[in-house]
């Protein structure tokens, strides 16, 4: 079920009475609905795939509690293995198992022993590698004894299945979430006001932004060879957009549903183009993938704590992880690997950088050096864009060597001027808003309450009349 | 709290909900008015520019083709001509899904002065409501508020704000404006398919869905138009089925009895009472899928098609 659908229109009202309504009084009852719900909301795209969450989620439920019994180090490591390998295999064999077997073939094939090997008609279950990683990071926090295991399968299950990040994140952490499963909700109206507004900011991100701008993505990228430079740039400037729009329209519309529900969920996204360098970037960027790989994989890697040698070592595999965790593609490992490159200068430097703050605090407008170092992390981000949206390396390249021609010097061949002017628009509130939670999450606060309605029926009436042409969300292929 | 927040909720909703409510009832009580002809000609001018190429085909014997893909692909005006030794002037004026609502204006756009016939390729599906996902947003104003409801569960989510824009006349990002060509093609219209069409293959009972959505009325009252537009200039009108791959016929005999017998009394009900030619081909290779000719099929057919023009 999408959440700009009619179906998820007529779910939601259903969910939110019975939740506040009828199961109030019973939090086992509350969190069994949100578990029915999370359930229907998934099996709405195919009912055969819950099995696989169900698995993925039971395997981290006993394997928890049997670390709890269990105070021997190396069994408790077994159970953590038996996570691990239960989660990734999953993961591995719905994203990854035609990739490897095609990378193998086409090794083999490239030192004179061909091989023959079929791949399989595989579909990929939505959201796999987002609730894998949920239930995984449960495991290593018990493992880490950082985490006291629930006992309550209700609870845990409640947890993974979630419904509003369950399919794109955010990738919860189980200290943050699970604690918020076992005890009860409290309806705030605040925050529940704060969460329509969310989803509404959400929706206009990604009905209006990310549909409008992926039409002309998907134009340009289609026939990159018949489109000068200048156009190509152009292209991977409206793919910026629309993965931003697409993306974190779908983080805020999941923080905000959750305020619905009583429940919080942590930033995912932080105004991440307007960051003033690749680390901040990455700082501001799918927060809970990156901190993801951070306490997961960089950290256990050594991070930063062994020398510079190991350091650069640890970020390169940690980008290229990542890279590889958006999909089974090489360019996909192209675009990662980008990434570290671009974090190379920052990993060199003999001093540690001063962590940014806050974005031009009290200014409407950035200092120069401020406003320079925004702009050219935007190009360095927009550049590694287009390894992550061609369709292949060999497209990538053909891009990339228009870019960097005489063509770049050219008027761009497709100029929409429409969504130009909702870019502006758009940009206009970012950049407002750049140091709160999401952008609109201030606008209007003083204003009386029919000014702050004309405000939200006009977001409303953009969403309506301007919304492009439907495309899937992004990260669900993820 | 709680019911702070839901009377809040219900009044912001209030006034979208109302304003749908009232947009709702304007279309459905003001439909004939708004499907007027004279409506439909301020949503389809223009349609004929890209047309403008064929007032330079100085002529005293022209005959033009219409319909949809099937005859765009499916008959060659050069090899028409051709064939006629250039005593006739095979013009064709059908485009992808082509229905007969947007064929009417582009008539009416043009000079007809030295159009002796119309030869019109009838693929009946064209006339259902279930290809108005195909058409001019403007269409959608003619489903009745339960199909629309399905129609945006079903293929559009964006259907209702379609429709109301289309209410308001913005442009449909779908079907811009036609761009004005004067240059005369190479084909005069005609275009030998070299790839392959996608999703065409779809069974019978798929392509009408007559249940959920039904005839387009107003795609026969259209179709009636053209005739009379015809007769009224002097024209002979003459409508015939275009050809299909011998699995199509088959699925068709034995799945689309009833929605054949639908579709002619719906004809006889617009006023339509002519025969329509069945001028088929049966040799599968010639075909791109279910009903596009490919290159070669164009060549044959066309060839067929002149000796069918030569006997009437």
Same mark, same amino acid.
């Given at each position: 079920m999408l959440f700009n659908s009619l179906d998820f229109a007529i779910f939601l009202p259903i969910v939110f009475i019975l939740y506040w309504f009828v199961t109030q009084k019973n939090l086992r009852v509350q969190n069994g609905l949100i578990v029915?719900?999370? %359930?229907?909301?998934?099996?709405?795209?195919?009912?055969? %795939?819950?099995?696989?969450?169900?698995?993925? /989620?039971?395997?981290d439920y006993v394997a928890g509690l049997a670390m709890m019994k269990e105070q021997r180090q190396r069994r408790r490591k077994w159970y953590l293995i038996l996570s691990i390998v239960s989660n990734l295999g999953l993961l591995g064999f719905f994203k990854y198992y035609n990739f490897f077997l095609e990378s193998f073939t086409?090794?083999? /094939?490239?030192?004179?022993?061909?091989?023959?090997?079929?791949?399989?008609?595989?579909?990929?279950?939505?959201?796999? /590698? &987002?609730?894998? %990683?949920?239930?995984?990071?449960?495991?290593?926090?018990?493992?880490?004894?950082?985490?006291?295991?629930?006992?309550?399968?209700?609870? &845990?299950?409640?947890?993974?299945?979630?419904?509003?990040?369950?399919v794109a994140g955010p990738i919860e952490r189980a200290t943050h979430l699970l604690p918020q499963f076992q005890k009860a909700r409290v309806f705030d109206y605040s925050k529940a006001v704060d969460g329509l507004k969310q989803i509404l900011w959400g929706?206009?991100?990604?009905?209006?932004?990310?549909?409008?701008?992926?039409? %002309?993505?998907?134009?340009?990228? /289609?026939q990159s060879e018949s489109y000068h430079g200048s156009t190509l740039l152009l292209g991977a400037f409206f793919f910026a957009m629309q993965i931003y729009g697409d993306f974190s329209g779908y983080s805020d519309m999941a923080v905000g549903l959750s305020r619905l529900f009583g429940f919080d969920l942590m930033q995912n996204f932080s105004f991440p183009y307007f960051s003033r360098s690749i680390a901040e970037f990455w700082r501001r960027w799918h927060i809970s993938l990156s901190t993801w790989f951070r306490d997961y994989l960089y950290i256990p890697l050594g991070g930063n704590k062994k020398g510079k040698a190991k350091t650069i070592r640890n970020t390169f595999i940690t980008f290229l992880v990542s890279g590889l965790w958006h999909g089974a593609h090489l360019k996909y490992l192209a675009w990662g690997g980008l990434h570290a490159l671009y974090m190379l200068p920052h990993l060199i430097k003999t001093k540690t950088a001063k962590r940014e703050s806050a974005i031009a605090p009290g200014k409407f407008l950035p200092g120069w050096k401020e406003g320079f170092s925004i702009l050219l992390t935007f190009i360095l981000v927009l550049l590694a864009w287009i390894f992550f949206r061609a369709n292949s390396l060999a497209q990538a390249d053909q891009i990339f060597s228009e870019i960097f021609s005489r063509s770049m010097l050219t008027i761009p061949q497709v100029l929409p001027r429409k969504i130009l002017v909702l870019l502006a628009f758009f940009l206009l509130f970012e950049w407002r808003g750049r140091n709160s939670l999401y952008a609109i999450e201030k606008t209007g606060s003083q204003w009386p309450i029919w000014t702050r309605w004309l405000f939200y029926y006009f977001i409303l009436l953009l969403i309506f009349l301007e919304g492009g042409r439907e495309q899937p969300f992004i990260y669900f292929q993820f | 709290m709680m019911k702070k927040f839901l009377y809040r909720f219900f009044l912001f909703s209030l006034l979208p909900l109302l304003t749908l409510l009232v947009l709702e009832i304007w279309i459905g009580t003001k439909q004939e008015k708004l499907l007027s002809e004279k409506k439909l000609e301020q949503v389809f001018?223009?349609? +004929?520019?890209?047309?403008?190429?064929?007032?330079?085909?100085?002529?005293?014997?022209?005959?033009?083709?219409?319909?949809?893909?099937?005859?765009?692909?499916?008959?060659?005006?050069?090899?028409?001509?051709?064939? +006629? +030794?250039?005593?006739?002037?095979?013009?064709?004026? +059908?485009?992808?899904?082509? #229905?007969?609502?947007?064929?009417?204006?582009?008539?009416?756009?043009? #000079?007809?002065?030295?159009?002796k016939a119309m030869y019109m390729g009838i693929d009946p599906w064209i006339y259902t409501r279930n290809y108005y996902r195909n058409r001019h947003q403007y269409l959608l104003l003619d489903l009745p508020f339960a199909k629309a409801v399905r129609y945006s569960k079903e293929y559009d989510a964006r259907l209702f704000a379609k429709r109301y824009k289309a209410l308001f006349h913005f442009p449909d990002p779908d079907h811009p404006a036609s761009i004005a060509q004067s240059k005369i093609p190479a084909d005069f219209g005609s275009v030998a398919l070299t790839k392959k069409p996608v999703n065409f293959n779809d069974p019978v009972t798929k392509k009408y869905r007559l249940?959920?959505?039904?005839?387009?009325?107003?795609?026969?009252?259209?179709?009636?138009?053209?005739?009379?537009?015809?007769?009224?200039?002097?024209?002979?009108?003459?409508?015939?089925?275009?050809?299909?791959?011998?699995?199509?016929?088959?699925?068709?005999?034995?799945?689309?009895?009833?929605?054949?017998?639908?579709?002619?009394?719906?004809?006889?009900?617009?006023?339509?009472?002519?025969?329509?030619?069945?001028?088929?081909?049966?040799k599968d290779d010639l075909f791109a899928d279910s009903y596009h000719l490919n290159k070669a099929g164009q060549e044959i057919y066309s060839r067929y098609f002149f000796s069918f023009v030569q006997e009437n």
């Open positions: 029915v719900a999370s %359930f229907v909301f998934y099996g709405w795209w195919d009912w055969r %795939f819950l099995s696989l969450l169900l698995f993925s /989620s039971m395997v086409a090794a083999f /094939s490239f030192f004179g022993m061909p091989i023959h090997a079929g791949t399989l008609y595989i579909i990929l279950p939505v959201g796999i /590698s &987002f609730y894998t %990683f949920q239930s995984l990071s449960y495991g290593i926090d018990v493992y880490r004894r950082k985490l006291e295991p629930t006992r309550d399968p209700i609870a &845990f299950l409640a947890f993974v299945s979630f419904f509003p990040q369950l929706l206009f991100k990604k009905m209006v932004i990310a549909d409008n701008c992926g039409q %002309f993505a998907d134009l340009i990228f /289609s | 001018r223009n349609r +004929a520019d890209e047309y403008q190429w064929v007032s330079n085909i100085k002529h005293p014997k022209k005959i033009f083709l219409l319909g949809s893909s099937s005859i765009k692909y499916g008959l060659s005006c050069r090899e028409l001509n051709r064939l +006629a +030794a250039d005593s006739l002037a095979f013009i064709n004026l +059908a485009a992808d899904a082509r #229905d007969p609502i947007e064929t009417y204006f582009i008539l009416k756009q043009l #000079d007809l002065s030295g159009v249940k959920d959505y039904g005839w387009s009325e107003l795609q026969f009252t259209y179709l009636q138009k053209i005739v009379t537009l015809c007769e009224s200039n002097g024209i002979v009108f003459t409508a015939f089925y275009p050809p299909r791959r011998s699995d199509f016929i088959l699925d068709d005999e034995k799945n689309g009895r009833d929605i054949r017998l639908s579709f002619e009394e719906q004809l006889m009900k617009a006023g339509f009472n002519r025969s329509i030619h069945p001028l088929q081909l049966l």
